[in-house]
């Protein structure tokens, strides 16, 4: 069984930083993309930053410049860096992983973590 767990929510205040992590478990052979999306409560839920196995990333235009995301292909984790955080920036903040397979040669669309929330908020 594949899952993805997330940690690092939490709140902070305006202009904060936090850094949310999230690690795939269970019997994977390789992992097309990984990333976060969030979402606000009323509001769909948006792609904040992916990045492929090969490096490629994604950025939504709201958070360029202050987050950074970063991967460990070898221990399948995913890291987001939240910098010069904003109170927009308040959501559940969900892993994904893209185009999974796994060591018995299932393969899985999409994978989705359970959730983290962040709270910007003075």
């Known amino acids: 069984q594949v899952q993805l767990v997330e940690s690092g929510g939490g709140l902070v205040q305006p202009g904060g930083s936090l850094r949310l992590s999230c690690a795939a478990s269970?019997?994977?052979?390789?992992?097309?993309?990984m990333g976060w999306y969030r979402q606000a409560p009323g509001k769909q839920r948006e792609l904040v930053a992916s990045?492929?196995?090969?490096?490629?990333?994604n950025y939504a235009d709201s958070v360029k410049g202050r987050f950074t995301i970063s991967r460990d292909n070898a221990n399948n984790t995913v890291d987001l860096q939240m910098n010069s955080l904003k109170p927009e920036d308040t959501a559940v903040y969900y892993c994904?992983?893209?185009?999974?397979?796994?060591?018995?040669?299932?393969?899985?669309?999409?994978?989705w973590g359970q959730g983290t929330l962040v709270t910007v908020s003075s």
């Open positions: 994904h992983a893209d185009g999974l397979v796994t060591r018995t040669g299932y393969r899985l669309l999409r994978v």
């Open positions: 269970g019997s994977i052979f390789s992992i097309n993309a």
């Open positions: 990045t492929t196995s090969g490096g490629v990333t």
